[in-house]
């Protein structure tokens, strides 16, 4: 069965209504989040004696005007397979929903709440969802369970007037997984809670309590979705580059994995000291590139992985420092530039030594 879900609200709806006048959503219970806007459309469909009753939102008795937080606006289109019928939609919409929000929200055809020619009436319920975040153990025992709790407030279970079922999604690159009862999870529907057996790194994610109330009939049903409920798992370096022997002149990369949720971010350092873009030094996340190597790219390099909600921190380090002359004159690569600098150097030495100008004669 696909549940109602909070969507553009279209006044043709009407036409299947079969009905001079209804509500959007047409829901007989409409349930929505405390803090989110309520949007709730009146469409009357009649002739041109009909239009003269003017249409308006009432509840508790009181006439809902533009307000602060309420927004009111009226659109008038002709009937496209019927000239005679104009359709016209009042849509309100009220920010920042509150629990005193709650009750029958009416849309009157007519001059008054005492006097009108007919009336569409939608139960708008509030319930709110305590928010949570739940940490993997970082020492898995034989018996670990991480327990996700869906505490909503402003559902009753022993209210007849309505029947709801609970379901647990995990969020995976954006779209919502259905979990049922598994070696891994176990769902309670009694207090609509769900246990991870054995909880991993891996397990780690946004995961999601969804209410869905049914009508009577069970012939539609509304979803209600809770904020993601947060399972972290704290940074951690999970492979990275062994130390390395290089030439001048070559091109470094070093390399290193992480996990963690919320996702780590990764800092390159050296000697102590952050790394940061050049033209020859390039940080990217999980690789660092240095181009055409020289002497003071020699050192100690670090991979550090972060997160903000964290105190803690993961580091690896990886030391990079360059072959001896022996290697490079047996014709490793780079033996050219090593060439040239020894005898750039040795030419130095000269000068300060006064050779120099001997040689010369």
């Known amino acids: 069965m696909n549940c109602f879900l909070v969507s553009i609200i279209l006044p043709y709806f009407i036409f299947s209504f079969g009905k001079e006048l209804a509500i959007l959503p047409s829901l007989k219970q409409y349930w929505i989040i405390k803090g989110s806007t309520l949007k709730l459309a009146c469409i009357h469909n009649g002739t041109q004696a009909s239009q003269e009753h003017s249409l308006s939102f009432w509840k508790s008795n009181t006439h809902i005007i533009v307000s602060n937080g309420v927004t009111v606006n009226t659109i008038a289109i002709s009937h496209p397979h019927d000239a005679r019928l104009t359709i016209r939609t009042l849509n309100i919409t009220k920010s920042d929903v509150q629990f005193s929000d709650g009750g ?34 970082d020492i898995l025992l034989e018996d670990n369970k991480l327990i996700v709790h869906c505490n909503a407030f402003g559902v009753n279970p022993t209210d007849t007037n309505y029947t709801f079922t609970t379901e ?19 769902i309670f529907t009694a207090n609509r809670t769900l246990e991870i ?8 994610g946004d995961y999601r309590c969804v209410l869905i109330f ?25 492979t990275h580059d062994k130390d390395k022997n290089m030439y001048l002149g070559e091109t470094l990369e070093l390399r290193c994995t992480t996990s963690g949720f919320p996702k780590p971010s990764i800092t390159w350092m050296k000697n102590g000291t952050a790394l940061n873009q050049t033209e020859r030094i390039h940080p990217k996340e999980d690789k660092l590139v240095i181009y055409n190597l020289r002497f003071d790219d020699e050192g100690d390099y670090q991979c550090v992985a972060s997160h903000p909600q964290f105190n803690s921190t993961d580091r690896a380090k990886m030391r990079v420092k360059f072959r001896d002359i022996k290697e490079v004159l047996s014709g490793g690569k780079g033996y050219i530039q090593v060439y040239l600098w020894t005898y750039i150097l040795f030419l130095l030495s000269m000068l300060q030594c006064g050779l120099y100008a001997e040689l010369m004669l």
């Open 104 to 137: 029958p929200w009416k849309c009157i055809l007519g001059q008054n709440i005492g006097n009108f020619k007919e009336e569409a009436v939608i139960d708008v319920r509030v319930l709110e969802f305590q928010s949570a975040e739940y940490d993997i153990p």
């Open 214 to 238: 049914n009508k009577e009939d069970n012939s539609s049903c509304q979803e209600v979705r809770s904020q993601p409920f947060n399972v972290k798992a704290v940074p951690k370096i999970e």
């Open 168 to 186: 647990w999604r995990k969020v995976s690159e954006g779209k919502d997984q259905v979990l049922g009862n598994s070696s891994k999870y176990t």
């Open 197 to 204: 057996v054995k909880p991993l790194r891996e397990d780690a």
